[in-house]
C-alpha cells in the first residue's frame, strides 16, 4: 500500500510539472535574428515557467501564417506590421501580443565611393533596386514621405550583382544580411540607411497568435514571452555559444562570421533594445505608436481600412 500512494504522488507531482506543447514557428530560416529564442530553447527557460516549446523555422518554400491561421502552430513570428494589419482587415483572428523588435531593420543601401552619401542624396539613385513586395509597401512610404520616384525603381531579385555593378545606383537591403554580403565583395561596408531611423515606425518580429489561443492559453503565453525577454538579454550581452549551435544545425549554411556580424549590428542600430524598451523591457510595444503607424500607412493607402485598429493587439503579456 505504501509503495502504491508513493507511485500515486510521484505521478500527481510529475503530472503538475508536465510542461504544455507549444509550437513557434519563424518567418525564415534560422538565424541569429531569432537568437533570443533559441537561446532561451537551449537555456530551458522555456521548460522552466511549464512549457514545452518547438521553434519550427521557415523558409522561402514555407508558410508558417497559414499555418498559424489553420491551427497547425500555436504562435508566430510576423514580419512587420502592415502583413497584420492586411490579414485582421480579412477578418483573420490573429493579434500581436509581443515585438521583439522595436525597428524594422529594412534599409536601403549605396555605394561607399558613390554620390548617394545621405539620405536625401538617395532620391537620386538610377536606379534604385527594390522587390515587388518592397515596391507596394515601404516604397510607397518613401515615394509619399521623401518623393522617390516609382520611376527609377528597378526590381530587386535578391542578387547584389546589378548593384555592385553601378556606383550611383541603390538597393534594398536587411540589416545584417546584404551589407554582410555587399562588404565581402568590396572590402568596405556600404552605406547604410535604416529606414526605421528616418520615420517608417513599424514594429517588426512581432509574435501573433489566435485570439482563441489568448482566450485559452494565457498562462503559456506569458511563459513564451517571458522566457523569450531572459533569452534575448542573454544571447545579446551573454554567452550565446549554445544558440548558435542551434542555430547551426537548423540552418548548416550559418557561418561565425554572419552570427557576429548579425548581432553587432542588432546592438548597434538599436533593433531590440530602444525607445519604450528602455522603460519597459524587451519584447514591449506602445499603442500609440502601432496606431500612428496605421494611420501613415492607411493614408498612403499601403494597408487595408479596419474597424479598430486596437483589434490587432493586447498588451496584456508585456505589462511590467
Keep these: 500500500m505504501k509503495t502504491l ?8 507531482i510529475d503530472s503538475a510539472h508536465a510542461n504544455n506543447k507549444m509550437i513557434f514557428a519563424t518567418n525564415w530560416v534560422a538565424q541569429p535574428e531569432h537568437g533570443g529564442f533559441y537561446q532561451a530553447l537551449a537555456d530551458n ?18 508558410n508558417n501564417r497559414a499555418k498559424l491561421i489553420t491551427k497547425k502552430i500555436d504562435l508566430y513570428m510576423g514580419g512587420n506590421l502592415i ?13 500581436m501580443v509581443a515585438s521583439f523588435f522595436q525597428k524594422d531593420p529594412q534599409i536601403i543601401i549605396s555605394h561607399p565611393d558613390g554620390d548617394l552619401k545621405n539620405w536625401e542624396s538617395i532620391k537620386n539613385a538610377d536606379p534604385i533596386f527594390i522587390s515587388d513586395l518592397g515596391l507596394v509597401t515601404f516604397y510607397k512610404w ?36 546584404e551589407p554582410y554580403v555587399i562588404k565581402k565583395e ?29 482566450t485559452n492559453r494565457p498562462e503559456d503565453i506569458q511563459c513564451f514571452i517571458d522566457a523569450s525577454k531572459i533569452g534575448w538579454e542573454k544571447y545579446l550581452y551573454g554567452d550565446s555559444t549554445k ?48 496606431q500612428a503607424f496605421y494611420k501613415k500607412m492607411l493614408e498612403y493607402d499601403v494597408v487595408k481600412e479596419l474597424e479598430n485598429i486596437d483589434d490587432i493587439f493586447t498588451q496584456e503579456f508585456i505589462k511590467n
Design 142 to 177: 518613401m515615394e509619399e514621405e521623401y518623393g522617390f520616384q516609382s520611376s527609377k525603381r528597378r526590381p530587386y531579385l535578391f542578387n547584389p550583382s546589378p548593384f555592385l555593378a553601378n556606383i550611383n545606383s541603390a538597393q534594398q537591403g536587411y540589416l545584417t544580411s
Design 83 to 95: 502583413q497584420l494589419i492586411n490579414a485582421r482587415s480579412e477578418n483573420i483572428p490573429i493579434k
Design 186 to 214: 568590396l572590402g568596405v561596408e556600404p552605406n547604410i540607411f535604416l529606414l526605421a531611423d528616418h520615420g517608417f515606425n513599424t514594429y517588426a518580429t512581432t509574435i501573433e497568435v489566435l485570439d482563441e489561443t489568448i
Design 5 to 12: 500512494i508513493t507511485l500515486i504522488l510521484i505521478f500527481l
Design 243 to 290: 544558440a548558435n549551435k542551434l542555430i547551426k544545425i537548423e540552418n548548416p549554411d550559418m557561418t561565425d562570421g554572419k552570427i557576429n556580424y548579425s548581432i553587432s549590428k542588432l546592438k548597434e542600430y538599436g533593433i531590440i533594445e530602444s525607445d519604450d524598451t528602455l522603460e519597459n523591457g524587451i519584447g514591449y510595444f506602445s499603442s500609440n505608436r502601432v
Design 45 to 62: 527557460e522555456y521548460s522552466n515557467c511549464g512549457l514545452d516549446l518547438e521553434i519550427v523555422q521557415g523558409g522561402p518554400n514555407s
